[in-house]
């Protein structure tokens, strides 16, 4: 395995852990009410680390867009 796909494979699991994050957080809204706000500020925080995940993803593999793309076009 070359150091590109180490590094790709690297921030994919990176992007997995956040979106778990993401999904944890809002677990604890639910459980958690009276915490909403912060909680809610920081599984925000979660999203917008995802989506700095996903760009520098896609710098460094651009063909990973397309890959994305295709996948948000189809319906089914």
């Known amino acids: 395995m070359d150091e ?9 699991d990176a992007i997995r852990e956040e ?4 999904n944890t ?4 809204i639910d459980m ?3 915490f909403r706000a ?7 925080d979660e999203i917008n680390h995802t989506g ?3 760009n520098l ?3 460094l ?3 990973e867009v397309e890959k994305f793309n295709k996948g948000m076009e189809q319906k089914e």
């Open 61 to 63: 593999a651009p063909d």
């Open 38 to 44: 912060v909680l809610t500020e920081i599984k925000q």
């Open 25 to 28: 957080y809002d677990h604890l």
């Open 57 to 59: 993803l896609f710098t």
């Open 52 to 54: 700095r995940l996903m």
């Open 19 to 22: 979106l778990d994050a993401t």
């Open 4 to 12: 590109k796909h180490c590094k790709i494979l690297a921030l994919r």
């Open 32 to 34: 958690m009410p009276e």
